[in-house]
């Protein structure tokens, strides 16, 4: 019972942040006489339940460089959630009792917020995604093999990830690769240095051909600037975004 009560807190408290421009518009208009909240006051609740739920978000993905833009799109989205619930439950429940209606919406929204921490950490796992270092059977670009080989992920489509290959060997003298550390990610790997490359085009790997359901570990955050460099480079920042998330549909013209 008192861990239930518990729980029950914690939801209210973590829901109070995340609503708090709600409830606290509600207590300054039940006060006598009544008050409001001015342009300032609004815009700084709205950015302490905007960093409430940035962090919740952030807390439920896996580590891994360049994070932040998603966490704050999923604490935005997480945030218009649990308002629109606020002010629905406000209006279903009218009861005139301020201190019962916000208990109820903070309640509700812990609860929704608990909820979306569990489904992203769900949709998380076993994925591959854009920032990692993963094992996988990696295409040839020449011919038609594949080999057992480490990559950055470094886009998504609907049956395949888009990855640039790690390699043991020496490519000091190539342009196309750059080193990447092995903090974070080659705690199995028996060699060195390792290279990845880069300002390729990066090779499909059907998701099926990764040979483990978890990340080796997050891609050194020097490479992976490298890496979105180059990228940026080939297209300009809102190429890559939607060639990262797009797959290409429309078959390439034969040539004549």
């Given at each position: 019972?008192?861990?239930?009560?518990?729980?029950?807190?914690?939801?209210?408290?973590?829901?109070?942040?995340?609503?708090?421009?709600?409830?606290?518009?509600?207590?300054?208009?039940?006060?006598?006489?009544?008050?409001?909240?001015?342009?300032?006051?609004?815009?700084?609740?709205?950015?302490?339940?905007?960093?409430?739920?940035?962090?919740?978000?952030?807390?439920?993905?896996?580590?891994?460089p360049?994070?932040?833009?998603?966490?704050?799109?999923?604490?935005?989205?997480?945030?218009?959630?649990?308002?629109?619930?606020?002010?629905?439950?406000?209006?279903?429940?009218?009861?005139?009792?301020?201190?019962?209606?916000?208990?109820v919406?903070?309640?509700?929204a812990?609860?929704?917020?608990?909820?979306?921490?569990?489904?992203?950490?769900?949709?998380e796992?076993?994925?591959?995604?854009?920032?990692?270092?993963?094992?996988?059977?990696?295409?040839?670009?020449?011919?038609?093999?594949t080999?057992?080989?480490?990559?950055?992920?470094?886009?998504?489509?609907?049956?395949?990830?888009?990855?640039?290959?790690?390699?043991?060997?020496?490519?000091?003298?190539?342009?196309?690769?750059?080193?990447i550390?092995?903090?974070?990610?080659?705690?199995?790997?028996?060699?060195?240095?390792?290279?990845?490359?880069?300002?390729?085009?990066?090779?499909?790997?059907?998701?099926?051909?990764?040979?483990?359901?978890?990340?080796?570990?997050?891609?050194?955050?020097?490479?992976?600037?490298?890496?979105?460099?180059?990228?940026?480079?080939?297209?300009?920042?809102?190429?890559?975004?939607?060639?990262?998330?797009?797959?290409?549909?429309?078959?390439?013209?034969?040539?004549?």
């Amino acid at each position: 019972m008192f861990g239930c009560l518990g729980i029950a807190l914690f939801l209210v408290i973590i829901g109070e942040f995340l609503v708090m421009p709600v409830w606290m518009y509600d207590l300054m208009a039940v006060q006598t006489p009544p008050q409001r909240l001015d342009f300032g006051e609004m815009t700084l609740l709205i950015l302490a339940s905007l960093l409430t739920a940035t962090v919740i978000a952030w807390s439920a993905g896996r580590r891994r460089p360049g994070r932040l833009p998603a966490a704050l799109a999923l604490g935005l989205l997480l945030l218009g959630i649990c308002l629109a619930e606020a002010l629905w439950l406000r209006q279903r429940m009218d009861t005139g009792n301020w201190s019962l209606e916000a208990g109820v919406e903070s309640l509700a929204a812990g609860a929704t917020a608990f909820a979306f921490r569990r489904l992203l950490r769900r949709w998380e796992r076993g994925r591959p995604l854009p920032g990692e270092v993963w094992l996988a059977m990696v295409p040839f670009r020449e011919r038609e093999e594949t080999a057992r080989h480490y990559c950055v992920v470094v886009g998504r489509g609907p049956a395949h990830a888009k990855v640039l290959q790690i390699t043991s060997q020496n490519k000091d003298d190539r342009d196309d690769h750059v080193r990447i550390p092995g903090d974070g990610w080659a705690f199995n790997s028996s060699k060195g240095a390792h290279w990845v490359e880069i300002g390729v085009p990066p090779r499909r790997v059907p998701y099926r051909d990764f040979l483990k359901t978890t990340p080796q570990g997050p891609c050194p955050r020097p490479a992976w600037h490298r890496i979105r460099r180059s990228r940026r480079g080939t297209g300009g920042w809102l190429l890559t975004l939607v060639r990262d998330t797009f797959p290409r549909t429309v078959p390439k013209r034969s040539r004549r």
